[in-house]
């Protein structure tokens, strides 16, 4: 069965860039499945960051358009997710999920980033 | 994007039926069979219940239903149980060919 584990790292100072990566194992990247984002605030709901095919083709959340990129590696073992100008307002736990057509059905444990001086 | 409207808290008795409520627009929840449910126990990924409206996956209860009517979808649990105490999520593809949330909804049983 698919398993996801995401990492990077847990601090993020205000105005860089987070990157963070989700292993994929026990499952193909390229069976016809995108790989997405989620994430979800202290407290608060989850939000769609966005989705991407094994191809590079990707789907983002128009509210963060201008700064998330994703990408998959060559490998196609790993998917990545970076997060330009970073503030207190992306302080979250973010998950990296396999999404089959329009649905979540897998997911990692997700990996919390704080942003702090 | 707006989030889905969903109710912020759910209360039920153990054995009752409860429903939850979706609320989108023509242009999310009703313009499209791409509805999904999540279930997020405290500190936990979400744990997907129901997809593409009605489809309940391999392992989640029959407890659990799903159904659409306009621009609402609702998530059905019948016989609660404790273990059902939760935060339940909607979610819906979109017009824009992006996806959305709801605003969560909290489940007690009572």
């Known amino acids: 069965q698919v398993q996801l584990q995401e990492s990077g790292p847990g601090l993020v100072r205000p105005s860089e860039t987070l990157s963070l990566t989700c292993a994929v194992s026990g499952f193909s990247m390229t069976s016809g499945f995108f790989w997405g984002w989620v994430r979800q605030s202290p407290g608060k709901g989850l939000e769609w960051l966005g989705h991407?095919?094994?191809?590079?083709?990707?789907h983002y959340n128009p509210s963060l358009k201008s700064r998330v990129t994703m990408s998959v590696d060559t490998s196609k073992t790993h998917f990545s997710l970076k997060l330009t100008s970073m503030t207190a307002a992306d302080a979250a736990v973010y998950y990296c999920a396999r999404v089959d057509v329009r649905t979540f059905d897998a997911w990692g444990q997700g990996t919390l980033v704080t942003v702090s001086t | 994007q707006s989030a889905l409207t969903q109710p912020a808290s759910v209360s039920g008795s153990p054995g009752q039926s409860i429903t939850i409520s979706c609320t989108g627009t023509?242009?999310?929840?009703?313009?499209?069979?791409?509805v999904s449910w999540y279930q997020q126990h405290s500190g936990k990924a979400p744990k997907l219940m129901i997809s593409d409206v009605t489809n309940r996956p391999s392992g989640v209860s029959p407890r659990f239903s799903g159904s659409k009517s306009g621009n609402t979808a609702s998530l059905t649990i019948s016989g609660l149980q404790a273990d059902d105490e939760a935060d339940y999520y909607c979610?819906?593809?979109?017009?824009?060919?992006?996806?959305?949330f709801g605003t969560g909804t909290k489940v007690t049983v009572l």
């Open positions: 991407i095919y094994h191809t590079g083709s990707a």
């Open positions: 023509s242009s999310d929840v009703g313009g499209y069979n791409y």
């Open positions: 979610s819906s593809e979109t017009s824009s060919s992006t996806l959305v």
